[in-house]
């Protein structure tokens, strides 16, 4: 069958079967961010690991970060089967030709912190990857079958961290209201530009890249949401926020701080580019003992 037929049947592309150009650097693209944003997004947890306040929130958090790293392992190995090189990948990352999502550019300033973004980030990054798990193009839906199943258990573990400290002291409920007032107009960014400011949804969408719209993506997550919060006992920081018999209405979003935070202007851009280099560097000896082991074993 030919590119347009497998898509007429809902059926899998391959990575040996003919697909347009666009087709195929659309898929680079999106996997790419996909895979830059997994290994950014390590950061702003990872900062709280030695600063856990217990050995079971310490054992929690490691496991989670270390599925972040096996997340981006797995999704630059399906951008590797559309021809390009990981470390060509992580070449354009570190220049800043490639982006990541913009959430992980915001900090994470108190252990309050690692519970929300659990909760809200993983939340929204749930609806937005569940639909991936139908992709026309094979690799990246069977990677995004495991990725969704561990992202779905962070979200719960960041919702149990919350619902603790929300049930906790005064000052512990305040530091979770104050991580929720920090983090969710942010998530609400997450699914990229209102439909009408996105040029590559609809070809994204008739190509089965994408399922849904981010505007449609978005109100879901928010629809799922409002009641989690109600669970909680916390407060969104929306006063427009409003039901109206079948969604939950939202308030303006800030597009003007989405904008500016793509262009390199929000609180942490600098820093976690810094640190993904510096890892990157530091990491050099092991990549290089690791091809010459394999260039001996070829021999």
Request: hydrophobic letters at 40%; a negative charge.
């Amino acid at each position: 069958m030919d590119f347009d037929a497998l898509l007429a049947a809902d059926a899998r592309i391959e990575p040996r079967d003919r697909m347009p150009d666009g087709y195929r650097r659309t898929l680079i693209r999106q996997i790419a961010q996909h895979a830059h944003s997994e290994i950014i997004g390590m950061q702003p947890e990872g900062d709280w690991i030695t600063r856990a306040p217990s050995l079971r929130r310490k054992a929690i958090l490691l496991a989670k970060v270390q599925d972040e790293a096996g997340h981006g392992l797995y999704l630059y190995s399906a951008a590797e089967t559309l021809g390009v090189d990981r470390a060509d990948l992580l070449d354009l990352l570190h220049s800043g030709r490639q982006r990541y999502s913009s959430i992980f550019n915001y900090p994470a300033l108190g252990w309050a912190d690692v519970g929300t973004i659990g909760w809200l980030v993983d939340g929204a990054a749930i609806v937005n990857q569940v639909p991936i798990c139908r992709c026309s193009y094979g690799p990246y839906a069977r990677a995004m079958v495991r990725i969704c199943k561990e992202e779905s258990f962070h979200q719960r573990q960041g919702f149990e961290l919350l619902l603790t400290l929300a049930h906790g002291t005064a000052g512990q409920r305040a530091m979770a209201q104050d991580a929720v007032d920090r983090w969710w107009w942010p998530s609400l960014m997450m699914f990229g530009p209102p439909d009408e400011e996105s040029p590559n949804t609809a070809q994204s969408m008739a190509w089965g890249i994408k399922r849904h719209s981010n505007d449609e993506l978005r109100q879901r997550f928010v629809d799922m949401t409002v009641p989690q919060a109600e669970v909680l006992g916390l407060t969104l920081p929306d006063r427009d926020l409003s039901f109206d018999g079948e969604h939950w209405r939202y308030g303006e979003i800030d597009w003007a701080e989405f904008r500016a935070v793509l262009r390199g202007d929000g609180p942490c851009n600098a820093e976690r580019i810094a640190r993904r280099r510096a890892a990157h560097d530091d990491g050099a000896w092991v990549r290089e003992a690791a091809d010459a082991y394999a260039a001996k074993g070829v021999a």
